[in-house]
Every structure is written in C-alpha cells, then in structure tokens.
C-alpha cells in the first residue's frame, strides 16, 4: 500500500470519528433539551359504593388535563381513574417559565344514583434554573396540597315488606293470564246456564 493511500485512509478514518462524535454530542444535547425540566403531580380518585344493589356499578371515570394561558400543549392528556385509584402527571418544559393547567372531570352521560365531584383544580409551574415549584389550586382559587376526586353511587332504598325481585314482570303476567281464565271460565259457565234454562 502506497504512503498517499495510507494517509488518505487515516484522514478518513479521522473525519469519521469526529462526525460520530459530534452526532453523539448532538443527541445527547436533544435528548438533555427534550426533559430539561420536569414536575410531577398526583390526582387521586375515591368512589365509594352505598346500599350494594347487586347491579353492576361503573366506578370509571375520565378526566382531563388542559394548557393554559400558553402552556406547552404537548403536556395536555386525558386519562381514566378506576375505583380507588391514584395517577401521577408528568409534566415536561424544554426551558424555564411560568405554566398553568387545568384538571377536570369529563362527563359524556350522567348516570341515576351517582354524586360527581365536578372540582376544577389549576396547577401552576415555576420553573427555575435551581428548582421547580409546584402550586394547586382549588375552585375557588384556594392553595391546595394534593388533587383528590370522591365519586359515590347510593342504591335506592328498598321497602322490606315488597322487595323487588327482578321476577315482577313475569308475575304480573301470570296473575294477569288467571284473572283473564277466570272471567272466560266465568263467561262460560254463564252461557251454559242460559242453555240449560231455555231448554227446560
């Protein structure tokens, strides 16, 4: 191999690991950039179950997180709760600022026998060079410590002395066929007396 030929080779090899190495630099920077700062916040669900009907009971909600004032919307997300369930909310920035947003209940039908907790909480973030600052706030622009939904289902009372069954349709029908019997077989029995009399 020729002297020019084994520098060329050198040179290149040498070209190849610093572009290799300033796209690693590069990466890392993006990727440092993306999660640059980062806070976190809990939105805990309570559902509580009264008067057991024995039916089904949907104990699943949805709720909704919202950018607000110029928020990064790449936060905004929504996301079930279910029974008593407790979600944490990642909240990334790529640079410090100032940043709220909005959490609330999504309802898309209102079911018989449910209380909702239809609270809307803000948060607010404060990111700093030094430290991220978390702040909640309640309806009513009260600061709070922690976000927490309480849902309840209450079964109607039922009366001891006439429980429903599920089975009163059908009984109702029955009672209804032997009070119709009854009236043909009364009908009946009247024609054949009406008979026997004009034949006497």
């Known amino acids: 191999m ?15 690991l610093i572009l290799l190495l300033t796209v690693s630099l590069l990466s890392a920077f993006a990727v440092s950039a993306e999660a640059a700062y980062s806070a976190s916040v809990d939105v805990k669900q309570v ?26 919307t790449g936060n905004e997300r929504s996301f079930t709760l279910t029974g008593n369930e407790t979600k944490t909310l990642t909240f990334s920035f790529t640079e410090p600022g100032d940043y709220e947003y909005q959490v609330k209940l999504v309802l898309s039908s209102r079911g018989q026998y449910y209380t909702y907790d239809e609270a809307v909480y803000r948060i607010r973030i404060y ?21 927490t939904y309480q849902h309840s289902y209450t079964a109607p009372e039922v009366d001891p ?40």
């Not at 179950?49 to 110029?70: C, E, H, I, K, W």
Request: overall charge positive; charged content about 20%; glycine content about 6%.
């Open 2 to 16: 020729s002297f020019r030929l084994k520098k060329n080779c050198i040179r290149f090899c040498g070209l190849m």
């Open 47 to 72: 559902f509580k179950l009264y008067r057991s009907s024995g039916t089904s009971v949907s104990d699943v909600f949805t709720y909704q997180v919202t950018a607000l004032n110029g928020a990064p």
């Open 127 to 147: 990111n700093k060079s030094d430290e991220t600052i978390v702040i909640i706030y309640d309806s009513n622009g009260n600061k709070i410590s922690s976000i």
């Open 161 to 200: 002395a006439h429980p429903q069954t599920g089975d009163d349709s059908g009984i109702t029908w029955y009672v209804f066929l032997l009070l119709a019997s009854a009236a043909v077989l009364g009908i009946l029995r009247k024609k054949q007396k009406m008979i026997f009399s004009s034949n006497r």
